[in-house]
């Protein structure tokens, strides 16, 4: 692919880009790992397959439905605010309280499918819930950030949550005779003030950033924004349905559901392993062309760049995937 070494795009902006996309992988290589292997499926070896696979189960209801929490609107807004910044970031108060009320909608469906699902374990449907809200959050207060095109420090928000998630739950499971055994519950808790952490941290440094807020405008939550909003909605709706669905319904269907979930789980974990890559250049790759996107040639030459990098990604870790999987079993089951 042939740049112009004299376009701006070429030597400032994507140059930009790419150290940022190599500072996320750095980081997200590092931590994410560390938390699906050293913590998540440490978890699933310690309290048992079966608990595992009831709240899997129950995580995969909440993903699914974890839609209303945002209406696909927290894509919509990082497009809008990196192509506008000047006009989208100064409603985002507006924008916060509209979360909110997805939020409460959310919650209240997500309950009342929980009921007449048969679902007793109220406590673990709670924590989900709050889990799923309070990442919606944090990826909207995120947006934010790339919106700014601020990518290094968005590569450090993304591992934060899971970064001190790994320092609470690894003192349960590598020193229990200090703080004592994990539990699920203490498990749940965990990542639920973790990410309340983070999302407090976020809220922090977007106040250092001078951005003159507007007041709560009614204007600016009108039809046009959800019609603007609802194919993104849309997109993660299915997306959710197609990737989750199955685990929650796996635990409903099979007599011996929550054995069969936990095993589903231990294989779903290595396939949330494998998306990581594409996951995080993904979360900067949108803004970044949304601003970008005036130049139209070197944009469409950057893009097909970037998915033929993740295509040979794709492939090699398909074909690791394939000859290695009873080694890889084995050895973490």
Not at 168 to 189: D, E, H, M, R, S
Not at 271 to 285: E, K, R, S
Request: glycine share 4%; aromatic share 16%.
């Amino acid at each position: 692919m042939c740049f112009n070494p004299d376009h701006p795009f070429t030597m400032k902006n994507l140059d930009r880009f790419y150290s940022s996309v190599g500072l996320l992988l750095v980081l997200n290589l590092l931590i994410k790992p560390a938390w699906i292997f050293g913590i998540d499926l440490q978890v699933q070896n310690i309290i048992g397959t079966k608990e595992y696979g009831n709240y899997f189960a129950i995580l995969n209801l909440s993903i699914v439905f974890s839609f209303l929490t945002d209406w696909g609107f927290t894509i919509f807004f990082n497009r809008s605010a990196s192509a506008l910044p000047a006009v989208y970031l100064k409603r985002a108060v507006s924008y916060c309280l509209l979360k909110i009320l997805f939020a409460l909608v959310y919650m209240a469906v997500v309950f009342a499918i929980a009921f007449f699902s048969g679902i007793n374990d109220w406590f673990i449907v709670l924590m989900v819930v709050l889990i799923q809200v309070l990442i919606s959050f944090y990826l909207f207060l995120r947006s934010m950030i790339t919106a700014m095109q601020k990518f290094k420090t968005e590569a450090w928000l993304s591992v934060l949550d899971k970064f001190l998630m790994i320092l609470v739950c690894g003192t349960f499971i590598y020193l229990p005779f200090v703080t004592g055994t994990i539990t699920l519950q203490k498990f749940l808790v965990t990542q639920v003030v973790s990410l309340s952490v983070a999302l407090i941290i976020t809220v922090f440094i977007l106040a250092s950033v001078k951005i003159s807020f507007e007041k709560i405008n009614p204007k600016h939550l009108n039809v046009q924004l959800f019609k603007a909003a609802f194919p993104f909605a849309l997109i993660v709706f299915l997306m959710s349905v197609h990737n989750r669905l199955d685990g929650f319904l796996l635990e409903r269907l099979h007599p011996d559901g929550n054995y069969e979930t936990g095993m589903y789980a231990a294989a779903y974990r290595l396939l949330d392993a494998f998306l990581m890559p594409g996951n995080m250049v993904m979360a900067i790759l949108l803004p970044f062309v949304a601003r970008q996107f005036e130049q139209r040639k070197v944009f469409v030459d950057f893009v097909l760049n970037v998915r033929h990098f993740l295509m040979m990604l794709t492939a090699g870790i398909i074909t690791i995937g394939f000859v290695l999987a009873p080694w890889i079993q084995n050895l973490l089951y």
